[in-house]
């Protein structure tokens, strides 16, 4: 086995965010705020794929909706939407129940526990979303989150030349004043098949040590950080598809929700578990003793049994036989 720098003691819990974590869409507060009607923005969204087409223009679907963002705010609709303003949005986001408190919760579960705390066993908890990283960053979920990648702007855009342009102090100024505090370009991009780099980041740990690894660099899965056979992924649907290949692939678990009640929501998870796209799925609340709950404690549980497991066959491994009398 090769050398490790990492113990592999993570369990990572790796979240989408709309539709499993809120009941409803992060842009939802954008509308409210510049008074837009959310329907009308999605319909156009919806439609700008064939329009482009008919251009011979190829469009992502899953990411357009982040340029016609852009759209609404030169044409003044999203007047001086800026970073600050997306991470004020996050204080409306309404979750479902039992969290946060639930990411909280599972954390102490596992790591409060004297078998596990033997092992320096730890919980981590990822958001990796095709909404805004700063609605999530501003969200009460924040606090709880070791990590959340989602889409992102920039405001002051630089401008051809700007590395010749440093000031006395070797400083580069924002040389487009005209977009300040105002986003005016896409930073990141997140869509439901890109989604699956984030999973290898933590995997591997680059989104820990990213000076040091690369999520591209060839690293022996025995050695990564977090093996993917102690990660779980949750989500609501089909979209995430890609994600729950990677775990269900590499030993790793997997778990759907649907909202409470949701007759079609529920056939929806079902119909991906009965494909094997999901090892389980629950209602989306995570309070104590629902199925959610149960499952995901359980699944943690398991998880870091399965590690003490390892180490203590390590440990044991390690150690010679005692020296006895000759007979």
Known sequence: ????????????????????????????????????????????????????AAQGISVNSDTSYLNHILTYVKAGLFKGLSNKMLRSFGKELAFYPGLPDFFGEIKKLIEEDP????????LEH????????????GSAIAPFVDGIFGCEFIE????????????AAGNVPNANEVSAN?????????DNTSKTRYIFEINKGSNKYPETID??????????RVPFQNMVYIADGPSDVPAFSILNNNGGSTFAVYPKGDVKGMR?????????????????????????????????RAIADKIVEIKQAAIKNSAGAPPTHLQ
């Open 115 to 122: 078998k596990y705390k033997a092992f320096d066993i730890r």
């Open 182 to 190: 105002e986003i005016s370009q896409i930073a990141c991009a997140l």
């Open 156 to 167: 002051e855009v630089l401008q051809p030349g700007f590395l010749d342009a440093k000031d």
């Open 215 to 224: 999520v591209n660099s060839s690293i022996a899965r025995e050695v990564r």
């Open 1 to 52: 086995m090769a050398n490790s720098a990492f113990e592999q003691n993570i369990i990572a819990m790796v979240w989408d965010c709309d539709k499993t974590l809120i009941s409803s869409y992060m842009q939802e507060p954008l509308f409210r705020h510049f008074n837009v009607d959310g329907a009308k923005f999605w319909q156009e969204v919806n439609a700008l794929k064939s329009h482009y």
């Open 268 to 300: 929806q998870v079902d119909a991906l578990r009965r494909d094997g796209r999901v090892q389980m799925y629950g209602e989306a609340d995570y309070s104590e003793a629902t199925t959610s709950w149960l499952w995901l404690t359980e699944k943690a």
């Open 126 to 137: 990822y958001v990796v979303s095709t909404g805004f990283a700063e609605t999530i960053r």
